[in-house]
């Protein structure tokens, strides 16, 4: 039986080459039963004419479903499904469903329903996205990590590529952060003392899976990144909230009992206050008369175009008694999904265990590229690109808020990609970022920050990181435009 | 000042093209701070005659790090350290540790200590591994994983590879196992009962942490895998183990009281007995009378190459009460760390916020190659090239086992990649595992495996899924000779 070349035709949605669509197309048609053994598919003059494509692309299709078997040629007769192509599954269709199972019983844990706020999946086709942590696809270096991705993926990093790693890193990537990333934050550490982990958020997680139970209490800044609170929720400890200052977190308020502080010194999350080196030291005192461990999330210290970064918290540390969290999501890009830990060995033992538990290890292609795309210097490079377009885009944000009369609650002294603002009392920052929705413009509002939600009703972030610079100031006039006719 | 030649080197271990080793050698020499701004590079000429390479490779090196600015040009008189050349830090190291930090107290839960063996690192350098689970070079389709994988970080697909996608997966990954991989298992769900995971080890953790608690009982086979014990443990939840029989887990032996059912019907690991039909609809009986949810782990149904796959449990499961765990380790390669959970919409939604908060989402540039990988039909082809090799190497395995007299205590009815072996009572396999190492040869010993370790002292496994045909029969020879020579 001949397959009618009517019935044949291109996803007009689908992605790639012409002649690998029209692979899928066959090989999808035969795996769900549509084309079985032995029928003959159209020629490939036919067939070309029908979906409009060059002859030649049908063919160059048809040898590669012969050398996968979907297809066997018979000389002049034409292509055939091959006999032995990979056959649909021949199980009868499973009768509905009467879910049977009481569910909200038989869930021993939730996990859903945290204050980590829901996200706009298309944020890209949004006019003005002032929106924190995605990519701007205009600055990545997408050229070179292409060619670092391919050397990973050569014959000499096979094993790399393929091999189940157990509870191991990459060598390679190991061996750059401890020598030349942790040294620019001066930090020194060696194997035993590194971690990489599935980007920042797992090292956190990861952390507070090993550091606190039921019993124990860990202190967080407020406000804080809100995916943190949810770690700790679901961890059952003890949360205590302390206010942030201009300088960030202030060691006089922890208060006693604390076991494990949370903090952001570099840039406070979401305020963008950097901690003075007085500060810090002060921190680290009260931390030891706590007998406190502390969790330092450096997160975004490259972005550090206005003056260089201090040096980390963990640099600071003599007693092993911070714990370093480092991420690439920032400088590179966030669905990398790669961080890293750094602290005393024994508690790194801990969390390399239990790392193994959960997932075993990050996927080593990844690694490796990454750790090409660091040794080869495209990371700094490409840092170095980054801070030229965000100095210029802060610029235009600085003189478009000026210039609309909008109020600043925190800049970042250092440099960074976002503004913690706030409005005017009254304000409320949900309605405000859904009448900017609507308007094509993207904002963070601020009650998800907050341990006390009601505490972030006026306040919003607005990022600079993924919008083109020429949009920022009709897009800072939209937020005042529509703060001023309020409500 | 001028950099000398002679303080220039490749590393001879190095990998990567010669330009790239020169690159990054200048780099990783700029970072420290070895080469400082302003200083002389020695000429192309020159560095290429020390090197030994051509000239112009140096030239080319040259150009890059000029435009990736580590280097700058004048004219006639050559290259030198950019002024504005990534600078290296200059904080002072720190000074030593006194570590005051007593771990054994500040670490709130251990991960460390399980029964998951150590694994042996270096194993593709013995001689005759008999080893479960890892990829065999001489079997993976590298060539067109390259070409999915370049694909998938082409300009189209540039938001798949970059993007936070949150808690979701990537729509063509999630798209091809719902329409092409689950109806070979007879199973049909929507999107909103899948959920992506780094492996089926990740997958288990995440169905461990949602359905169990202190006051729930899970039910695991007797041998096991011995990570799902690590999970349990770590869940501390009750564990009762059933000892398996040759048909696998006996339904009427499950103890009353149990929540959660751990099962591997298509082979049980490591036994590799296949569930009969009939004692698969009395466990689905059984576990609706115990009320209890049963974990479907399906590894390996794709290496079925002596008769077809029974269908999956899920597949008959009309309660909804089977939650199917699937992975690409297997048949794919366990380093990408790609697997799948299938179950009712309500349990998804739990893992799926569990997962987000653990680690987000895998990575998007591994989902989408897998995608292309699977829908181009690849995988197929994979899988049918890895089913005619191993069915070479089991005859091989079968007949050098009859050769050398060993008994088989599991070798699975439709295929798989391992057989289950015991030798005579007083053999101890963690002995023999020793002395088969010292002769390079690596096989797994039982008592991982056992609830209770001693039952597994005279069992052992050998799979044949990276061992070379022609090694087979001298390797067995040399499992042989060592059992006769006992102790």
């Known amino acids: 039986m001949a397959i009618p070349v009517e019935t044949i035709f291109l996803d007009p949605g689908a992605q790639g080459t012409l002649q690998s669509r029209i692979q899928q197309l066959f090989a999808e048609a035969i795996l769900s039963g549509r084309f079985r053994a032995g029928e003959k598919l159209p020629s490939s003059r036919r067939l070309a004419a029908h979906l409009g494509v060059a002859r030649i692309t049908v063919t160059a299709a048809y040898t590669e479903l012969v050398a996968s078997d979907y297809l066997t040629s018979k000389g002049r007769s034409g292509y055939f499904v091959s006999d032995t192509a990979p056959k649909p599954p021949d199980f009868p269709p499973p009768p509905p469903r009467l879910d049977a199972v009481d569910w909200p019983r038989a869930l021993g844990q939730r996990f859903s329903g945290g204050v980590t706020p829901a996200r706009v999946p298309d944020w890209s086709s949004y006019r003005y996205p002032f929106l924190y942590g995605q990519t701007d696809p205009t600055l990545f270096d997408h050229q070179n990590w292409r060619q670092c991705a391919l050397r990973a993926l050569g014959q000499r990093d096979f094993a790399s590529l393929t091999s189940d790693y157990y509870d191991r890193d990459d060598p390679e990537l190991l061996a750059f952060i401890a020598r030349h990333i942790l040294p620019r934050r001066g930090i020194s550490a060696g194997p035993e003392e590194i971690l990489v982990t599935m980007g920042a958020q797992n090292a956190l997680w990861l952390t507070a899976q090993v550091l606190l139970t039921q019993r124990r209490t860990a202190a967080i800044e407020d406000p804080c990144y809100p995916a943190l609170r949810d770690i700790l929720t679901q961890s059952r400890c003890h ?68 003056s260089p970064p201090s040096p980390a918290l963990k640099s600071l540390d003599r007693d092993g008694r911070v714990i370093h969290v480092g991420s690439f999501s920032k400088s590179l890009f966030p669905g990398l999904r790669l961080g890293y830990l750094v602290g005393a060995a024994p508690f790194i033992r801990e969390v390399r265990a239990l790392r193994a538990s959960v997932l075993r290890h990050v996927p080593g292609h990844i690694q490796r590229t990454a750790a090409y795309f660091l040794g080869l210097g495209h990371y700094d490079s490409l840092i170095r690109r980054m801070s030229d377009t965000l100095r210029t885009r802060r610029e235009a944000m600085e003189s478009a808020i000026a210039q609309h009369g909008l109020t600043v609650a925190g800049q970042g002294a250092f440099g960074g990609s976002s503004f913690w603002m706030q409005a005017t009392d009254g304000t409320d920052s949900d309605q405000l970022a859904a009448k900017l929705r609507a308007k094509s413009v993207l904002i963070d509002p601020g009650r998800p920050f907050f341990f006390t939600p009601q505490d972030g009703a006026r306040h919003y972030r607005i990022a600079y990181s993924s919008i083109p610079t020429a949009r920022i100031e009709p897009g800072i006039a939209l937020i005042a435009e529509t703060l001023k006719n309020w409500p």
Chains 1, 2 share one sequence.
């Open 239 to 306: 949360v205590a909230a302390v206010p942030v200052d201009a300088d960030g977190l202030p060691p006089e308020d922890l208060p006693e009992g604390t076991d494990v502080i949370f903090t952001t010194p570099s840039h406070q999350c979401p305020t963008t206050a950097t901690m003075p080196m007085a500060r810090r030291q002060a921190l680290l005192q009260r931390a030891a008369d706590l007998d406190a461990l502390i969790v330092e999330d450096d997160y975004e210290f490259e972005m550090s175009f206005l």
